[in-house]
């Protein structure tokens, strides 16, 4: 009896997920309002599809007592209903860079930084405790199909990522000891944009 009330939760968890994706999916949103830097090529005026990250920058100190100047994330993205749909985190490997896989159909992409604007209220150059706007780009996408869950992967078509509305996650600006280690609390909002290289 456990194992089947255990069973049928995973599946209620698994259509929840699905139904709140298709949403997003089938209602692309209004692509944010940022600097030439950052736009999507081409300033498409709509994303596929939004995530709300919560989670951290995480860092290790490298062996001059200096914190790296980026972190490795470690988070988890809501939709607009507080539902968490996906995993952020830094894949290590022959293709290495920050990755956004779905909860729902395990797709992925991983990104690569293509430019980077200081987050509002921090100055042009210099220490900012609020990590930076980015633009990033895929360089490797995984799951079958198209762009959205009814075709197979949600992340497998994305194409490109801004990471905008952050907070937090820059590392302490101070000296550090070789491996040391620090988990920095952040948030931003992240847009995906589907097949913008076709």
């Not at 293509?114 to 995984?142: D, E, M, Q, R």
């Not at 952050?166 to 609390?185: F, H, I, K």
């Amino acid at each position: 009896m456990r194992s089947y009330l255990r069973i049928l939760s995973i599946s209620v968890f698994s259509l929840m997920l699905v139904s709140s994706l298709r949403a997003q999916d089938e209602n692309s949103v209004p692509a944010p309002n940022v600097p030439k830097a950052i736009r999507v090529p081409g300033n498409p005026q709509e994303a596929d599809f939004l995530g709300y990250a919560t989670g951290t920058q995480n860092y290790t100190c490298n062996n001059s007592g200096l914190w790296p100047a980026s972190g490795h994330p470690e988070a988890t993205l809501s939709d607009a209903n507080g539902v968490v749909f996906a995993h952020h985190f830094f894949t290590a490997g022959v293709v290495s860079g920050p990755t956004w896989q779905s909860l729902a159909d395990g797709s992925f992409v991983i990104g690569s930084r293509v430019a980077g604007v200081p987050a509002p209220g921090c100055p042009a150059t210099g220490y900012c405790a609020t990590i930076p706007s980015l633009l990033l780009s895929s360089i490797f996408n995984a799951g079958q199909g198209g762009g959205s869950t009814d075709q197979g992967g949600l992340f497998s078509s994305v194409s490109y990522i801004q990471r905008v509305n952050t907070s937090g996650g820059s590392a302490p600006n101070s000296s550090c000891t070789p491996l040391q280690t620090v988990s920095v609390p952040y948030t931003a909002t992240y847009y995906f944009y589907n097949n913008q290289n076709e």
